[in-house]
């Protein structure tokens, strides 16, 4: 003989079957009132599939940013080596060449600062 059962929602109630039924069978009833599972079932897998395509996109995201991060670190790890080895040429053409190869640069450097000063004097007028 089976006790009657009620959801916790009490839309759903089983009862056994009287009347000499066989004691295994369950009669079910549906409360019209709370039948509306189905609706709500539906929209629950809608918005599970639509966090499902939103982790997705999220995922995809993360994967592209982390590709270009790890492009962007092999960039600069190829401009770094990139400066390291000019700079020791720079530092063995300057020992070779000697300090008179400064020299000329500052020269240049201050006759360029001078030819600028006189002519924003002289435009001026």
Known sequence: ????YRSSREGLSTRSVGGGGNPDEIQLRIDPMHAD??????GLRKQVRLLKNVAQDIESEAKFQNDFLNQLQMTLIKAQAG?????RRLNKSIIREGSNHVM???LFALLCFFV????SKFSRR
């Open 1 to 4: 003989m089976a006790a009657p």
């Open 37 to 42: 599972f189905d609706e709500e079932v539906t």
């Open 83 to 87: 400066v390291k080895n000019n700079m």
């Open 104 to 106: 000329h640069v500052v």
């Open 116 to 119: 600028v000063y006189l002519w």
